[in-house]
Each structure stands twice: as C-alpha cells, then as structure tokens.
C-alpha cells in the first residue's frame, strides 16, 4: 500500500483532535451570538484583487494564487477572513447601524506562521462595523478575552499597542512617511541599529522618537514612560489615552503589557490593537485591533475593529478530550429496539448499534452501558 503524503505543514484532524476543535468552534460562536455576532460564510476563494484590497505585502506573499479557468483572472485563496468581512458589510448588507458580524472557517497560507504551525488554520472571529468610539474596542477585546476563558485559559497575557503613535510621529516629517513600511518592519524587530541608520536624515524630534518606540515595552507605567519621551502631540496624546483604557478594562482578567514597537498584523490596522498570549505557545494565540479604512476600497468606509484567532492551534494546546459515555445496542429491525434508540438519541444519548459479526473500536466513545432484551422490553444496563 503506498504511504500517502501530504504537502509539508497540512496534516488530517484524527477524530480526538477534531471533537476539541469542533466544541470550541461552536462554543465560540454560540457565545458570539449572546451578544448578538451574525454569522456569515465568505467564500474561501475569490478575485486576487478584491481578497488583498487594502492588505500589505504580508497577506500578499501568504496567498494562494491561481487562474480562474472560467473567466482568466487570477483568483486568490484566503489567507484571512476580516477584508472578505468587511466587503459583506460594506457592500452586501449596506447598513448604516452598528452591525456585529461573526465568522469561522479554514485559511491557507503559503508558509506557515511558526515551525509546527499548520498551513490551514481554522479561524474564527468576530468584527464590529459602524461605531468610531472605544466603546466598540472594548467589546472586542472583552470578547476575545471571554473566548479564551471558556476554551478553559486563565493564564493570559494581553498585549496592547496603537499603531496611532507611529502615525502621528511620521505625520511631522515627510522624509519619515515616505519610509513607513520599513520603518514598521525595524520596528516590529526591534532593530534600534536599523533604526539609526534609516533615520540619519530625519528631523531630530522625529529621529529621537522613533529611537525610544523599542524600549517602551513592559506593564502598563510604560504609558507614564511613552508621555515623558515621546513629544507631545496630539495623536500620540490620544493614542496613549486609547491604551490606558484598554488597559483598564483587562485588568483582573489578563497580565496587560504595552509595546508600543510591535507593530505585527495584516497591515490595515488604524487604531488600537492587541495580541493574547497563553502558556504553551511562543506566538499569539489571538490578535485584533481597529481596521476603519478597509471598507473604503469597496465603496463604504466604515469604522471597524475585530478579532480572530487559529481554533487549531488553541486546541491542540488543550487535553485530550474526555470519551463521551454511550450505550451500545445490538442491530435489528424490531420496531421495540427502533423506538427505545430513537428516543434515547432524542434525549441526549449516544447509542452505537454494532454491526453483525464486528466489534466497534472507538477512540472518542466509551461504551459503559448496553441496550439489552428483557422480556418484552429494552432496558438500559450498565456495563461493569
């Protein structure tokens, strides 16, 4: 028989691993819609140039490419969900209210994120149109959180950062704007020696701030830090504003720390965003943040702020599950044996009828008790 292998980084989901998976997707999504998530179901695939609208070069070099047999365009398969979200709200539902949009489905990525990562993580999320306020930041963030703790983590560390602070700082140097691609990327490596060397020709207010942006990490009197050296200007002022309330909100619920450096994303983030890390795993198990001109592409810009996180990836941090107790009943046609099964499933139960002549072998049931003949009767017995 020959060993059949898959591409490096795309494995099958044995039924153990898939039950952990399933139960979180779909407590997750049921406790979206407590506080009232709509689901939608973006296509996996669609136009190159739609999928990477208002995407950077990261989402970009993470997708699949191919061409369209039916119309000759080259046609993309998703590496995120939150821009074919946006294109829902923006040009499908077209509502001028706060709408709350909930997803869950595979991604493909050319190149996995992390040496054991898979190259087809299962995400899921949730993204809030429609509301400017910090208001909408916080119900992410809260949700996301809440998210974690039913998959059964206490142990949190939330990071937060404002990509307004690097904004408002390149805002006052045009020789700085033109560099802030690479500028993020320095950044995000905290690379102060790449720094220096880029910003030689820039203001010195502009050189010196940009120089202090990798050492303000740490707990949150960072913020108290980032306000003595960082000059005083009004986006940096309502950017730091922004993450003290975030902050704020976490606390009690998750170890917060602030680095103003770690700028890592999709590249359309406009706002606040944040990182959630839990034991186990070196990179984030969950980012979000605020996205508010992705919309704009499609027609309608709307402010917006989300989450998502690798439902694969958290739960193979997670115990095997428990096997789930079930009753094992013989085969037949008798209409008594029918009726007694269908109402034990209607109530809840597993009931495994074994097959003529085999003997069932599974990995996720426990057969503790068995449907067996008493008389005129089926009746239930446990199985010692």
């Known amino acids: 028989m020959p060993n059949w292998l898959l591409p490096e980084n795309i494995a099958d989901v044995l039924p153990s691993e898939a039950r952990k998976i399933e139960e979180l997707r779909r407590l997750m999504l049921d406790n979206f819609r407590l506080y009232g998530y709509e689901l939608v179901m973006p296509p996996l695939l669609e136009y190159l140039e739609s999928l990477l609208t208002g995407a950077g070069k990261d989402t970009d070099l993470r997708t699949f490419k191919l061409v369209d047999q039916m119309s000759g365009r080259m046609l993309g398969l998703r590496a995120d969900m939150t821009i074919q979200v946006a294109r829902i709200d923006a040009q499908l539902l077209n509502r001028a209210s706060v709408t709350r949009l909930c997803y869950a489905g595979s991604v493909l990525h050319t190149r996995p994120s992390g040496l054991h990562a898979t190259r087809e993580p299962l995400q ?120 003290a309330a975030l902050a704020a909100s976490a606390l009690g ?87 007694k099964i269908v109402a034990l499933r209607r109530a809840g139960e597993v009931v495994i009828q074994s097959m003529p002549g085999h003997f069932d072998d599974e990995d996720e049931f426990e057969c503790d008790r068995a449907l067996v003949q008493d008389g005129n009767n089926w009746i239930i017995k446990t199985l010692g």
């Open 124 to 243: 899921i999320g949730a993204e809030i149109y429609g509301h400017a306020g910090l208001e909408a930041d916080a119900e992410i963030q809260e949700l996301a959180l809440a998210s974690l703790a039913m998959a059964g983590f206490a142990d949190v560390r939330l990071d937060l950062t404002h990509v307004g602070v690097l904004r408002a700082i390149l805002e006052q140097d045009a020789a700085a704007s033109v560099d802030q691609a690479a500028l993020s990327a320095l950044l995000r490596a905290k690379d102060s020696s790449g720094l220096a060397d880029l910003s030689v020709a820039y203001a010195p207010a502009t050189r010196a701030a940009l120089l202090a942006l990798p050492g303000l990490y740490g707990d949150i009197d960072v913020l108290a830090r980032a306000r003595a050296v960082l000059p005083p200007l009004p986006g940096i002022a309502r950017a730091l504003a922004e993450l």
């Open 253 to 339: 619920r998750a170890e917060v720390a602030i680095d103003l450096a770690d700028l890592r994303g999709y590249q359309y983030e406009s706002g606040a965003m944040f990182a959630l890390y839990v034991p186990g795993l070196p990179n984030a198990v969950a980012r979000g943040g605020r996205y508010d001109h992705v919309g704009q592409a499609f027609g309608r810009a709307r402010p917006a702020t989300g989450f998502s996180l690798d439902l694969r990836e958290l739960a193979r941090l997670l115990p095997m599950a428990e096997r789930k107790h079930s009753i094992r009943a013989p085969w037949g046609n008798a209409p008594e044996l029918k009726d």
